[in-house]
T-cell receptor, first 112, second 114 residues
Framework: GENVEQHPSTLSVQEGDSAVIKCTYS??????FPWYKQELGKGPQLIID?????GEKKDQRIAVTLNKTAKHFSLHITETQPEDSAVYFC???????????FGRGTSLIVHP | DSGVTQTPKHLITATGQRVTLRCSPR?????VYWYQQSLDQGLQFLIQ???????AKGNILERFSAQQFPDLHSELNLSSLELGDSALYFC?????????????FGPGTRLTVL
């Protein structure tokens, strides 16, 4: 089955810096890659997703890039703010399956 | 607000007891998923229902069971509780229950077993 590895497990940055979280996946048939943000005491919420027919997608300070050849995708957050502090999960899934495979999460800490 | 509701928000109980967690999906979503998240752990998939029928099963213990009712709300039943069952339990919903659908998560139920 699919295996998703997420790095780093913890990321500490200064406010205003950029943050990058990387995920690798094993199943070349995977074609949908969402990113979720989980704030303390809340459920994960989708922040951005990308499908395999595009290489990059951007939404204000957040972007996701996908390299299908290398089977990895990354979340980029620019101009980080303290409210970006949260746990971020990546996931990978493919058509015809029912359950996405989640990474183990990255705890992002943005210091003011 | 994702539109997914879960009750109760917190639950404290003793070992050996049985509890029921409830989830109402977003309006229009036919599929419900249950996840367990232990301290500093990722999301462990437990079980999925689609339009009242079980569709996929993950690492769900035999002591745990779930169902989805005709109005599409779902309940997760946890019995013979052990200390290790203490965790956050999340419900998520999606439109068609495909892995490529966006999942919308509820706020979770925090279960503490003493």
């Amino acid at each position: 089955g699919e295996n998703v590895e997420q790095h780093p497990s913890t990321l500490s940055v200064q406010e205003g810096d950029s943050a990058v979280i990387k995920c690798t996946y094993s199943d070349s048939a995977s074609n949908y890659f969402p990113w979720y943000k989980q704030e303390l005491g809340k459920g994960p919420q989708l922040i951005i997703d990308i499908r395999s027919n595009v290489g990059e997608k951007k939404d204000q300070r957040i972007a996701v890039t996908l390299n299908k050849t290398a089977k990895h995708f990354s979340l980029h957050i620019t101009e980080t703010q303290p409210e970006d502090s949260a746990v971020y999960f990546c996931a990978a899934s493919k058509g015809g399956s029912y359950i996405p495979t989640f990474g183990r999460g990255t705890s992002l800490i943005v210091h003011p | 607000d994702s539109g997914v509701t879960q009750t109760p928000k917190h639950l404290i109980t003793a070992t050996g007891q049985r509890v029921t967690l409830r989830c109402s999906p977003r309006s229009g979503d036919l599929s419900v998923y249950w996840y367990q998240q232990s301290l500093d752990q990722g999301l462990q998939f437990l079980i999925q229902y689609y339009n009242g029928e079980e569709r996929a099963k993950g690492n769900i213990l035999e002591r745990f069971s779930a169902q989805q009712f005709p109005d599409l709300h779902s309940e997760l039943n946890l019995s013979s509780l052990e200390l290790g069952d203490s965790a956050l339990y999340f419900c998520a919903s999606s439109v068609e229950g495909q892995a490529t659908d966006t999942q919308y998560f509820g706020p979770g139920t925090r279960l503490t077993v003493l």
